[in-house]
């Protein structure tokens, strides 16, 4: 059989990479996974029947509902099986990719109740969790509120009498919302609700609240609960995400996750060390989202930035007969209005991949001091949480769709993958905080160490993630020289920290000095929480690459390190590139001189040096790109796509599933039949009589 094309150009690709991608995946994974054993667990996976996802673009709503359900009792299965143990059952569970209730069981049901439950309760719920006794949901948002925890109005009143709380939905918009494993599946949920004492408002607490009888799974007294119906293109269709509604349920006092704040029997209040320490469930989401949503834009970045070297169109105009190469079509990754497109795309998911470990860690350390009851880590944690969330989320979606218009007409077919992904990620812009809300948040904690610094202006006392304002104090010189080549990280995240510091100062004296509240500067916020984002980025990946624990450079070898220092120095100038507006706006950097004085002999502005310093990069880059997504990992099986297969044989793929599905997409024969008979000839018969006239 003759080798198409398409795979000798996926092998020509994969030959010119300088560096190993098993060492590669090795550190990306490296205190994430281990990945012998996800290999193992996806091999497995994919070898069982009960796993296929061929033909799952076909099934109708309660058929998705059916799936994912089948699914998690076939994990089980599959579990008891090969003898898992529980994070292998774990690793089981997020490498299917296929959206059940379970996922919510494992990331916000189960957490809550590790990082808020008292001893006694972690000891009485915890076995259950991990042994799936129990399946659970995390109740937080309503109809009319999501972002605004403060203002919830699911009602829990303490009841001295009986020593029980009192769960209440007293207002259609106290309806909880989108709560996924809600609709079908769970068993128990753990209810964020205001707590109310002798008829005091004491702000929201958590309450786990048995939904379903352990008999029959039908609702308990006093509740109402299910399904909210399909979301936007069809995403995550076996996901049974929920509504539910409370009148006066009761539950045992000992139902309110106590570690930090309690009730006492007599009904006295026991506050918390902090305020906030009930968010941590809301924080512990938010972080893991990072790494999740990384890995899920790697699989969009593996499939199209595969396919792109196996299509070709076009040969080169500027070859004349008889060169090498004239006439011969082009691959579509070497046009630079592919490349120059999809790099940013690749470079920042390993930027996120980077940044989710980071962020698991901080987390991580944040929990031990909370268990303590050390709450130093909190606010650090959720500012840090808060801006990547949404910074990540925004350019994972933007990158999923990036990545698919690259492909051109055959990125929009359903078997492509890549829109899949979109859709299932496309949610993540809004839910766990709206975008827009989490800027200002970011913004307000801004201001808040500006003023801080300010007043008492020691880099040392600066925190990670607002470390940029060392740079006013003392007064910065602008502009700054930019050096003749852009190849220097540490200067360039200082270029992204001096922007980030006056983004906040600006922000500062449009309230001070122009007397705006921070309510009517909410749009200005976007921007300065962008600016802090990147700042933080660029000095955490400086620290990744150039640091001796770094993140990306435990684990590798020379090569390695050095082709993740080309992936971090591209993001860090792409990332400077788009913010050229602030950095010119705030003097950071000098103007190009005026086109009227600029001769054959002028030099190159340091914008123009920019940019060919990012055009240079780029092509250096290219001979990597094939290395970089086999350094994800992922088999054929987990992409589950027809166009980003490893061998290359996209075309074969994409002409065998069409024949293979062609019942699944437009019935038997006799439906075909049927189709003409009652559609199609009836328009052809009047368009043939209507051209006699």
Not at 340 to 358: E, H, Q, S, Y
Not at 455 to 475: D, F, G
Not at 482 to 492: A, E, N, Q, T
Request: with cysteine; aromatic share 8%; proline share 5%.
């Amino acid at each position: 059989m003759t080798t198409p094309q398409s795979t000798k150009d996926i092998q020509a690709a994969r030959k010119t990479a300088t560096f190993d991608s098993a060492v590669a995946n090795a550190v990306l994974n490296s205190g994430r996974r281990d990945v012998e054993t996800q290999k193992r667990i996806a091999k497995l996976l994919s070898e069982d029947p009960a796993f296929d996802k061929k033909k799952t673009s076909y099934l109708s709503r309660p058929q998705q509902i059916e799936r994912g359900l089948a699914v998690a009792k076939k994990l089980f299965e599959f579990v008891d099986k090969n003898d898992l143990d529980y994070m292998e059952y774990v690793e089981a569970l997020f490498t299917i990719d296929e959206y059940c209730g379970l996922n919510l069981h494992e990331i916000a049901f189960t957490p809550v109740i590790q990082a808020q439950g008292s001893d006694e309760q972690q000891a009485e719920w915890l076995p259950k969790c991990y042994n799936h006794a129990v399946l659970g949901a995390y109740l937080q948002t309503e109809l009319g509120h999501g972002s605004n925890v403060q203002q919830l109005e699911t009602t829990s009143t303490y009841d001295p009498k009986t020593k029980e709380f009192v769960i209440n939905s007293p207002t259609i918009s106290s309806t909880k919302w989108w709560i996924g494993a809600l609709g079908v599946i769970a068993t128990h949920g753990v209810v964020q609700a205001r707590l109310f004492l002798n008829g005091k408002d004491m702000g929201p607490h958590l309450f786990i609240v048995q939904l379903r009888s352990e008999k029959d799974h039908s609702l308990m007294k006093g509740i109402q609960a299910g399904e909210i119906g399909p979301k936007v293109h069809n995403a995550m269709g076996s996901l049974d995400n929920g509504w539910a509604r409370f009148d006066n349920v009761r539950i045992p006092r000992s139902h309110m996750l106590s570690r930090f704040a309690q009730v006492t029997e007599e009904g006295q209040y026991v506050r918390p060390p902090h305020s906030k320490l009930s968010y941590g469930g809301m924080i512990f989401i938010r972080a893991q989202m990072i790494s999740s949503l990384s890995w899920r834009l790697a699989k969009a970045v593996t499939i199209s930035l595969r396919y792109l070297h196996m299509r070709r169109q076009f040969a080169d105009p500027d070859l004349k007969p008889g060169e090498p190469g004239f006439g011969v079509e082009r691959q579509v990754i070497t046009y630079p209005g592919v490349y120059r497109r999809v790099l940013p795309v690749l470079a920042k998911t390993i930027v996120f991949m980077t940044a989710g470990k980071d962020m698991s860690n901080l987390y991580d350390s944040m929990s031990s001091q909370l268990s303590s009851g050390n709450t130093t880590l909190l606010a650090e944690t959720h500012a840090v949480s808060s801006g990547l969330k949404t910074y990540v989320s925004s350019n994972v979606v933007e990158g999923i769709e990036t990545v698919r218009r690259a492909m051109g007409g055959h990125g929009f077919l359903a078997s492509s993958g890549v829109g899949r992904i979109y859709a299932s990620e496309l949610p993540s812009a809004t839910y766990e905080g709206d975008n827009y809300i989490l800027h200002l948040q970011v913004a307000r904690a801004a201001l808040k160490s500006l003023r801080g610094f300010i007043a008492s202006p020691s880099a040392a006392q600066l925190s990670s993630s607002s470390a940029y304002l060392s740079t006013l104090h003392p007064s910065p010189k602008l502009p700054v020289s930019p050096p003749k080549y852009w190849s220097d990280i540490g200067f360039l995240a200082h270029l992204l920290d001096l922007r980030a510091a006056l983004s906040v100062a600006h922000l500062a004296k449009m309230m001070d000095q122009n007397g705006k509240r921070f309510s009517e500067l909410s749009w200005e916020c976007v921007p300065v929480s962008q600016a802090v984002v990147e700042a933080f980025l660029g000095r955490r990946m400086q620290e990744a690459v150039e640091g001796k624990e770094g993140l990306l450079v435990q684990g590798a070898g020379q090569a390695e390190k050095e082709v993740f220092r080309k992936v971090i120095l591209f993001f860090l100038l792409h990332t400077v590139e788009q913010a050229l507006p602030s950095l010119l706006e705030f003097g950071i950097i000098a103007p190009p001189p005026s086109p009227s004085s600029l001769t054959r002999t002028s030099q190159p502005s340091s914008i123009d040096t920019l940019r060919l310093e990012i055009d240079s990069l780029a092509q250096k880059l290219l001979p990597e790109i094939v290395g970089l997504t086999d350094s994800f990992g992922f088999s054929d099986w987990e992409l589950n796509s027809v166009v980003g297969n490893a061998d290359g044989r996209v075309y074969e793929r994409m002409l065998e599933k069409a024949q293979a599905d062609e019942k699944l997409n437009v019935g038997s024969k006799a439906n075909q039949a049927r189709l003409f008979q009652e559609y199609i000839k009836p328009i052809l018969e009047r368009g043939r009589r209507l051209s006699k006239l």
